[in-house]
């Protein structure tokens, strides 16, 4: 099984992303930003998208040049215009205001709308815990190519997006981190069923006479994923639609009819207003023991602690090197050859 | 079927309040919350909690005197300890302490330990909401004669309790409010299945061994209730545990061993810093009818707004009146004459 080391990976997405035009530096941040989610077991939100960046790149529906405006701004808050750049840099940037506002204030919201595809959100949160601040972003609507796949919760049509959500905390040595779509299934899962002839498992997706299904096609055809939880991942769908879609994305005055333009709302504040962080972080330690001292529910190993499997995934696979499947590597050799590179696949 | 008017009811819980010690302002506005869950529907937060309160003030649990102390504080953030007072009339307090902060610097974050049972958190942001503010508002552990209920994903042991949360937003003539717990059931909803001597649905509970179980005693015999929405409600529930007990509630210095002292933390904004609310409020209102015209799935009449099913139980039970169990009624009667008073109940 080809496996390859991490720097090397980055080296490839790098060039990709330059030979389609993209500046050094941005090319490099959103390499390190694919690579480390292939690092953390995230494939789906790896290499694979850099075919589609690049269209969107040659579309000029991405403008890798783009800088960002502040449209709207306060000691405590922001409302930026992301004007359609990489998703990873504008993420960032809106994430470091963040961080620097609430430095200041103690609490801080920031939202940005007109970006592209963000990636992993929790790399943002991450950041900000990095820094000794709790984080939540929510992440909502869709660009304008995008369906909705969506239904709310007893519904039969899509209404919108997988709608993630994330929140990481800085609980010391080991990291809180959550990251998660508030669909039952990612939307990535049914493509890959379709690419197997893999059926989906109960529970995940109907048709479009609103049915339960299994038939993976079902999501193009009309149907739709529910959401996680029922009525209560329904709800929390529906607080990222009104506030990272209607209040920041839809504030893009070109797309207010559509009421689909993409967005994000980053809110962070300083746990040191309420308790000093050392001895927060003994009392989450003895949180954390309990937990990881739970017995394993039958049909389990061990409880984990939401961000612990991409720590495992990232120290496993820098050790033994990431698995790039033979499709993948063939898809972004072809982009290379179209932009006139050649890529150096050593196994 | 015995029904009442809701100001009959006000009239009951304030009467019994009064007769246990409480002074009339605080009995009549944790008379008028308990007489709303009501009204919305939710009789579990509602006329029955009082027998329990009332022990809590014999046991000098609950201190109906009690006044906040501000423990600590900036423009946009404060640290509340709440002295053991009723948990309505401190969250109230609370939710205005964020919101008059969040007017003056946009976004705030208030935090409460020491704090009795609190209702129906949704009370709270639905406060803040009618002032055109969006409000979160998390609360996590569990006052010293609790016992945690909640497993972790793919644990066997309860290690929290419900971990509620709430979210409002001012999205103008129908509201939304969005108020769940992150267990896949209300601790309540096994105590009624005990007393009626039914099973509970399937998925819901484990026994002591962590085996699956629809006997309802299996949660006070060891076992335990599920978090909702596997990993990602756990994963809600444990950002509860961390922020609204671990950095709010333990804050409590002598409670910080147990680490089980229960808290809250309101977190406010002005939705007006990224969009002025009318055009927001078009906005949500063609999402709303987005979400209202999805046609219904298999076994359902129609899609619901978080918040609607409260509404419409208001609206009914304003018109009808509210039906009280017999059960209930003689309960309150039996406290009410050990206070030495005499309820009227006239149907």
Redesign the interface.
């Known amino acids: 099984m080809p496996t390859y080391r991490f720097p090397q990976l980055e080296q490839i997405a790098t060039s990709l992303l330059e030979a389609a035009g993209v500046p050094s530096d941005t090319a490099s941040i959103v390499a390190k930003s694919l690579v480390l989610n292939e690092r953390f077991g995230h494939s789906s939100h790896g290499l694979l998208r850099i075919p589609y960046y690049v269209q969107l790149i040659q579309k000029r529906r991405l403008d890798p040049y783009a800088s960002i405006e502040i449209v ?1 701004e ?4 922001a ?1 930026i215009d992301g004007r359609w750049g990489f998703g990873q840099i504008i993420a960032r940037q809106a994430m470091h205001c963040a961080v620097d506002k609430a430095r200041k ?5 920031v ?1 940005v709308y007109h970006l592209n595809h963000v990636g992993r959100l929790g790399e943002y949160t991450e950041m900000a815990a990095a820094e000794e601040f ?1 984080a939540f972003v929510f992440n909502g609507g869709a660009p304008e190519d995008a369906i909705p796949n969506v ?7 899509a ?1 919108w997006g997988t709608n993630p959500i994330a ?1 990481a ?1 800085p ?1 010391g040595e080991s990291s ?1 981190s ?1 990251d ?1 779509a508030t669909s039952i299934i990612a939307g990535g899962k049914a493509a890959v069923a379709r690419s197997k002839g893999m059926e989906l498992p109960e529970g995940c997706v ?1 048709d479009a ?4 299904t299994q038939d993976p096609w079902a999501v193009i055809q009309g149907g739709a994923i529910l959401p ?9 769908g ?2 990222v ?3 990272a ?4 994305g ?2 893009a005055p070109e797309l ?1 009819e559509g ?1 689909m333009a993409t967005g994000a709302l980053f ?1 962070v ?3 040191g ?3 000093p962080i050392t ?2 972080q003994t ?2 330690a ?2 954390f023991q ?2 990881k001292e ?5 049909g ?7 961000g612990e499997p991409e720590q495992r995934s990232q120290l496993a696979s820098d050790k033994t090197g990431i698995f790039v499947p033979d499709s993948v590597c063939e898809e972004l050799a072809q982009v290379g050859r179209k932009l006139g590179i050649t890529l150096e696949w050593e196994a």
Chains 1, 2 share one sequence.
């Open positions: 709207r306060t000691p405590s808050t409302l204030c103690g609490i801080a919201a939202g709790v239904a709310p919760f007893g519904g039969a049509k209404v929140v905390i609980t809180f959550l998660f109907m006479e609103g049915r339960p996680f939880g029922e009525h209560k991942g329904y709800g929390l529906f607080v639609e009104l506030l879609g209607a209040l920041i839809a504030a207010a009421e809110l504040f300083d746990p207003h309420f308790r001895p927060f009392s989450v003895k949180l309990r937990v739970c017995p394993p529910a039958e389990f190993q061990e409880v984990l602690i939401p």
